[in-house]
């Protein structure tokens, strides 16, 4: 199947679980997940309407984004290391794999220099996977006040990947948790935090049954993705 076809199933998919949710459909943004993807792919997506695509390695983006159309936003998803925070400023519209009080003030002070306002979102290790990188829901909201106090940052929500599971209801219990930890983030912040980042191809559907605002999908999209990412799913920059 070509792309046109998978984004319109997906789209579809998207659109019948937000029904089933009760939640309107413009309440769900897509991510386009395009590592590993070349420009090519990119701008073909761009040719079907798509605006939004997410990249998990600074210097892969770097590369690909001066050939992609322009006017297209990128979120970075993937680990972020200090040295690369700054290149990650500069390529990204939002950061959601903000992982820890370290990496945060670094994207501050390089936000900073650049005068750039960062949206970011803190990825949460919810099932407390050892091989995958994120906060603990504990200490999201020891440092939630710090991390809100930083210059140039602005938290939007959380993000989380979902253990693997072959069926995609396993993977309900963890985007609930993540949805109640924004909760209580929101409740310690008094204001409103607008995203929830989670869902992948596998699971997307009981991602936005749970309240998910931003799907991340990259398989069910583009297909098997070209060469292997070497690592983990959030490994690596
Ligand atoms: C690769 C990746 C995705 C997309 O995964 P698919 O299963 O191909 O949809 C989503 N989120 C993150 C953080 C990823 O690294």
Same mark, same amino acid.
């Given at each position: 199947m070509g792309l046109a076809e998978n984004l319109s199933t997906l789209q579809q998919r998207i659109a019948a679980a937000c029904a089933r949710a009760q939640r309107?459909?413009?309440s769900v943004q897509l991510v386009?997940? /395009?590592?590993?993807?070349?420009p090519e792919v990119v701008n073909e997506a761009a040719r079907l309407g798509l605006t939004l695509f997410g990249e998990n390695r600074v210097q892969e983006a770097k590369a690909k984004i001066p050939d992609c159309s322009g006017r297209l936003r990128w979120h970075f998803i993937g680990h972020l290391q200090t040295n690369k925070c700054r290149e990650a400023v500069e390529l990204f +519209?939002?950061?959601? /794999?903000? +992982?820890s009080l370290r990496v945060a003030e670094e994207v501050s002070r390089r936000a900073v220099a650049a005068a750039k306002t960062m949206p970011i979102l803190l990825q949460v290790n919810v099932a407390g996977e050892s091989t995958k990188f994120g906060y603990e829901p504990d200490r999201v909201l020891a440092e939630l006040a710090a991390l809100n106090a &930083?210059?140039? &940052?602005? &938290?939007?929500g959380l993000m989380t990947i979902a253990p693997y599971a072959p069926e995609p209801e396993r993977a309900r219990p963890v985007f609930r948790r993540l949805r109640e930890l924004k909760d209580r983030c929101e409740q310690a912040l008094g204001a409103p935090l607008p995203h929830l980042s989670m869902g992948m191809s596998g699971d997307f559907e009981v991602a936005i049954g749970e309240g998910a605002t931003l799907v991340r999908v990259g398989t069910a999209l583009f297909g098997p993705r070209p060469r292997p990412n070497g690592e983990a799913l959030d490994g690596g920059t």
């Amino acid at each position: 199947m070509g792309l046109a076809e998978n984004l319109s199933t997906l789209q579809q998919r998207i659109a019948a679980a937000c029904a089933r949710a009760q939640r309107p459909p413009g309440s769900v943004q897509l991510v386009a997940v /395009s590592k590993n993807q070349p420009p090519e792919v990119v701008n073909e997506a761009a040719r079907l309407g798509l605006t939004l695509f997410g990249e998990n390695r600074v210097q892969e983006a770097k590369a690909k984004i001066p050939d992609c159309s322009g006017r297209l936003r990128w979120h970075f998803i993937g680990h972020l290391q200090t040295n690369k925070c700054r290149e990650a400023v500069e390529l990204f +519209d939002m950061i959601e /794999s903000v +992982d820890s009080l370290r990496v945060a003030e670094e994207v501050s002070r390089r936000a900073v220099a650049a005068a750039k306002t960062m949206p970011i979102l803190l990825q949460v290790n919810v099932a407390g996977e050892s091989t995958k990188f994120g906060y603990e829901p504990d200490r999201v909201l020891a440092e939630l006040a710090a991390l809100n106090a &930083l210059p140039h &940052l602005e &938290l939007h929500g959380l993000m989380t990947i979902a253990p693997y599971a072959p069926e995609p209801e396993r993977a309900r219990p963890v985007f609930r948790r993540l949805r109640e930890l924004k909760d209580r983030c929101e409740q310690a912040l008094g204001a409103p935090l607008p995203h929830l980042s989670m869902g992948m191809s596998g699971d997307f559907e009981v991602a936005i049954g749970e309240g998910a605002t931003l799907v991340r999908v990259g398989t069910a999209l583009f297909g098997p993705r070209p060469r292997p990412n070497g690592e983990a799913l959030d490994g690596g920059t």
